[in-house]
Nanobody, 123 residues
């Protein structure tokens, strides 16, 4: 497992942008595929995006395709989620998660989780 810490959440108006960061620490951090998930009040956790350990393969959930971009900088052990054209429906707690090597869209496949960061989009 690796330790994960998210940052970058906040309040933004609809149509605006935010960039979330997820810093990983641990001996095997660069071998981890990373995912972003979100959970809104009263709803199940939802897959947002994932990136493999090399950073050359990404997957996105349908609600965010074309608006969000996941990337990573292995020299900094950090994964980013660039969120553009934000909508009120994007309001949720966003959490990053890690698992060895390959990505997954299923939250139970990940063994490391951050504490989450709140994103609120006002209309």
């Amino acid at each position: 497992q690796v330790a994960l810490v998210e940052s970058g959440g906040g309040l933004v108006q609809a149509g605006g942008s935010l960039r979330l960061s997820c810093a990983a620490s641990g001996r095997t951090a660069n071998n981890y595929a990373m995912g972003w998930f979100r959970q809104a009040p009263g709803k199940e956790r939802e897959f947002v995006a994932s990136i493999n350990w090399r950073g050359d393969a990404t997957t996105y959930g349908d609600p965010v395709k074309g608006r969000f971009t996941i990337s990573r900088d292995n020299s900094k052990n950090t994964v980013y989620l660039e969120m553009n054209k934000l909508e009120p429906e994007d309001t949720a707690v966003y959490s990053c998660a890690g698992r060895m090597w390959t990505t997954s869209t299923r939250d139970h496949d990940y063994d490391s989780w951050g504490q989450g960061t709140q994103v609120t989009v006002s209309s």
